[in-house]
């Protein structure tokens, strides 16, 4: 116990980098990935072919590879810079990973919810002359959004868990790493260890409560 | 929902307007496509004395194949481990007990919750302090894997057992079965069918998180890929970066075909009353959604009358 008291402090900070990420990581996501819906159900067969080889491809492949190839691929290898601060830039080159591999899996929700969607009102959008842009824009996707909440939140707790996997990315101030750090120098700690996580079920559980809450309130009733 | 009901066949302007969106696309994809190549030729990624290792056998033999052969031996043993313990707390928390039932919820519940990251790391340091000095990076991935995908299978066989229509169950105690013979005759035989997708499904997941040992320095391919064969070949980083990342691909690739293909299998299958469970943190929305291109509310197994 008083390892964690201790370290706490440290290890406080290193889980507000984690919330950082994940508030960064969660709006990227949610856009990318709605960006990535509409391309795959676009007209446009090029990119409906683009997105479904930018989902299958990244969602086969490791957060961990992902990470790693971004800091040490892009970012030493090819200069993909942020900021001239190291620990800036390997923020924003992980928040850059995590989302561009989040948004994969928040594509795969929504278009699960794009299916949810009765044939009848898009083929009644069209009817009335709406254009794909607008159908999809006033007609599908907000249904589609408001039938995914739930699975959307199952993402989110996913991405919030995966901010741990930073320290691949090179990002050394994040609870994990600090965690690892504490634990070179006092071994295994039980109390740290029950810390962190019950740090992080204090943020993932009431997403999971509050998306299955809304998720019933908003539900769309057929 | 049919991606086709979103737009109409297009008339003579429309078809000039896609015509005109499919060449601004195949633009936009060729002009990022072509970043990527001249960052990576600017560097000189592109020269053929960095990618000549990857041509020779030794760098396969020495380097490449143990590398894959670290990641497919710690998703081996993960993958039975994970398996026995799903098996065994998914039961468990079946059980009619309370006493079994409630730790076994805990256990699954906490498991699943905890990044395996941090699990991982816990059970690394925590291992040479109980039995001593040694490696344990193997033994920390492979137990990490085991706890985490164990209690998410643990919850697929739960969900696998309920599926199985309620009459079943009842008809059987009412031939005098007992419980243990309605679980193990009638309940687990169609539920393991309808897990199945979903248990190959974990799988995948279970592969991709093997990359996980790489943060804690056990060799697997990601860590001969990225840490010694660029300090063996100076400069080739980003060919052992595309070569690994290609071999992952194919990997996961065709366990997700698998898994693809039997969950169509086992939708079609007459063994089994259970309909497939749902691959977990899949998009499940609704009734049968998100499995057809139909969509609508309707189950797609369920023949229209």
Redesign the interface.
């Known amino acids: 116990m008083d390892e964690l008291i201790k370290y706490g402090p440290d290890l406080a900070l290193g889980f507000l980098e984690n919330v950082k990420l994940s508030i960064v990581g969660a709006i990227a996501a949610l856009l990318l990935g709605t960006i990535l819906v509409a391309m795959r159900v676009s007209p446009t067969p090029v990119l409906r072919a683009a997105g479904t080889v930018y989902v299958n491809v990244v969602r086969n492949t490791p957060l961990t590879l992902v990470l790693a190839f971004s800091a040490l691929g892009l970012s030493d290898q090819l200069g993909l810079v942020f900021s001239e601060t190291p620990t800036t830039n390997s923020f924003w080159i992980v928040a850059m990973g995590l989302s561009l591999y989040t948004a994969a899996f928040v594509c795969e929700a929504l278009r699960a919810g794009v299916n949810t969607v009765p044939m009848g009102q898009a083929e009644a959008a069209r009817a009335i002359g709406l254009t794909f842009m607008q159908s999809l824009t006033m007609i599908i996707l907000p249904q589609a959004f408001r039938a995914v909440i739930a699975p959307l939140g199952s993402v989110m707790i996913a991405m919030i868990k995966n901010t741990t996997v930073a320290t691949a990315g090179g990002f050394l101030l994040d609870s994990a790493a600090v965690m690892k750090i504490t634990f070179d120098t006092t071994g295994a700690s039980i109390p740290i260890f029950l810390g962190i996580v019950v740090a992080f079920m204090a943020l993932t559980m009431p997403i999971g409560f509050f998306t299955g809450w809304l998720a019933r309130r908003l539900a769309v009733v057929r | ?3 086709s ?4 066949a ?1 008339g003579p302007r429309g078809r000039i307007r ?1 015509h005109t ?2 060449v601004v ?2 633009i936009a ?1 060729a002009a990022v496509l072509y970043g990527i190549y001249r ?2 030729d600017a ?1 000189g ?1 592109f020269e053929g004395k960095i990618w000549q290792p990857f041509l020779q056998w030794e760098t396969w033999d020495f380097y490449i194949i143990p590398g894959l052969i670290g990641t497919l031996r710690a998703a081996a043993v993960a993958a039975v481990l994970a398996l026995a313990f799903g098996a065994i707390f998914g039961l468990a928390r079946l059980s009619d007990h309370k006493w079994i039932r409630v730790p076994a919820g805990v256990v699954v519940e ?1 498991f699943r ?6 699990l991982i ?2 059970i690394f ?2 291992a ?2 109980i039995a001593g000095g040694g490696d344990y990076a193997f033994m920390a991935v492979v137990l990490g894997l085991m706890l985490y995908n164990g209690s998410v299978l643990a919850e697929v066989v739960r969900a696998g057992v309920h599926a199985v229509p309620k009459g079943q169950s009842e008809a059987a105690y009412a031939v005098g079965m007992r419980k243990n013979q309605v679980m193990r005759l009638v309940l687990l035989p169609q539920g393991v069918t309808a897990m199945m997708p979903a248990i190959v499904s974990q799988l ?1 997941v279970l592969l ?5 040992g ?2 804690i320095a056990y060799v697997d391919l ?1 860590n001969t890929g ?1 840490k010694i064969l660029p300090a063996r070949f100076f400069g080739s ?2 060919p052992a ?1 595309i070569v ?2 290609v071999i ?2 194919a990997l ?2 065709a366990l ?1 075909y698998l898994a693809t293909w039997l969950e169509k299998r086992s939708r079609r299958s007459r063994k089994t009353a259970a309909r497939p469970v749902a691959a977990p ?6 009734v049968g ?9 309707l189950a797609p197994d369920k023949p229209l009358e």
């Open positions: 929902m049919s991606t009901v979103l737009f109409d297009p896609n969106l499919t696309s195949v994809v960052g990576f560097k990624q906490v919750a905890i990044p395996l990251l941090l790391f816990f340091y925590l040479p302090m995948v991709k998180d093997t990359a996980l790489y943060i990601l990225f980083l980003i970066a690994i990342g992952y691909l996961n690739m997700s943190g899949s998009a499940e929305v609704g959604a998100g499995q057809g291109t139909e969509g609508g509310g």
